[in-house]
């Protein structure tokens, strides 16, 4: 097998490896389609905790070449998406059914070999079977999806709220499309690249703005007559844009810090004003049992990712794919480990 890996932070190799022999309830995928994520470049860049050296990619799809003993459900042949998290299954919180806050989490392409080589191992528990119609470039965009998902279920967008959303990467698009579907009546957008923000509206967004250009909060008041959001949901991770998000709740108003910010980051918070507007603020943490509706929708075209394809590149080119992420060039970049 040919895989790209990080031996350490700041180094990708392209290397070619024995395939590994499977162990009891493993089986042996031939890797189609890996989105490229930006937990792969923090990886890379060594602020996120992974176990080096590793074979990043975690949002894969393929076809089952082999099963190892005791594998059940999964047929050679078959086509899967991976959902990449892995719980201990008995620790306290996997006890209290909150499998993702697992203490002894093990996620496949950050502690464990994933998805940017040509041929992944992966425990057949975390296989979801594909439809037929559903190309493995669509399924390799439900681990994100379903992300999304337990975000929407956190925050709990209702009929007629509100909705802001800062950030319209591939994240953000994604939950333009799902508050919708949730019943959101009007949805603002913030973002600086104009590609993005021309994309959000063509998912419904009824107003997106550019931030150097239009504060947030003056484009939901242009838009509704009314200042604040009842959600907002942060998907940069940055400490200005979470500020904002605390700022952008209205009476009511739920914040779902979604992006991913550096551990040493801090916002003020008024205690009073959470207090005297009932304000939620909630994080969310990968995909709890969500992966099989987010196939769901992608089956169904009621979460619509074609669009968001900007690259398609072979395993050479994970550093350039890391460096386009990282300059905010694409949306998303699929690795496809066969060509
Ligand atoms: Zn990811
Ligand atoms: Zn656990």
């Known amino acids: 097998m040919r895989a790209a890996v990080f031996p350490r932070p700041g180094v990708c190799a392209v290397v070619e490896r024995e395939l590994p022999a499977l162990r009891e309830g493993e089986i042996l995928m031939r890797v189609e389609a890996c989105g490229v994520c930006g937990t792969d470049l923090h990886i890379y860049e060594g602020e996120f905790p992974a176990q080096f050296p590793v074979i990043p990619g975690h949002e894969f799809a393929g076809v089952v070449e082999e099963t190892g003993p005791g594998v059940e ?142 504060d947030l909060g003056g484009a939901i008041s242009r838009a509704t007559g009314d200042s604040g959001a009842d959600v907002v949901i942060e998907c940069v991770g940055s400490e200005a844009t979470a500020q904002q998000a605390v700022s952008l709740a209205r009476e009511g108003g739920r914040v779902l810090f979604f992006g991913v910010a550096p551990e040493q980051a801090r916002v003020a918070v008024s205690p009073y004003e959470v207090y005297r507007k009932e304000i939620a603020i909630m994080g969310s943490f990968t995909n709890p049992f969500t992966q099989g509706r987010a196939l769901a929708l992608l089956e169904s075209g009621r979460v619509k990712v074609e669009n968001l394809i900007t690259h398609r590149l072979p395993l050479t080119e994970v550093p350039r794919a890391l460096e386009l992420l990282a300059t905010h060039q694409t949306i998303r970049t699929l690795i496809e480990p066969q060509t």
Do not use: W, Y
Not at 167 to 181: D, E, K, R, T
Not at 182 to 192: F, L, M, Y
């Open 73 to 214: 459900h999964v047929r050679p042949g078959e086509r899967v998406a991976i959902n990449p998290n892995i719980p201990c299954g008995v620790c306290r919180p996997c006890e209290r059914a909150l499998v993702h806050l697992c203490r002894q989490l093990r996620t496949i392409g950050v502690t464990m070999d994933g998805g940017f080589a040509t041929h992944c191992v992966a425990p057949f528990r975390q296989a979801h079977k594909l439809p037929d119609s559903m190309p493995c470039e669509v399924a390799a965009f439900s681990e994100p999806v379903a992300c999304c998902l337990h975000g929407i279920e956190q925050a709990d967008p209702q009929p007629g709220d509100v909705v802001a959303i800062i950030g319209a990467g591939l994240i953000g698009l994604l939950m333009v499309q799902l508050v919708l579907l949730r019943g959101a009546c009007v949805v603002v957008v913030s973002e600086p690249s104009p590609q993005k923000r021309e994309l959000a509206l063509s998912f419904g967004a009824a107003l997106a703005v550019d931030p150097q250009e239009e």
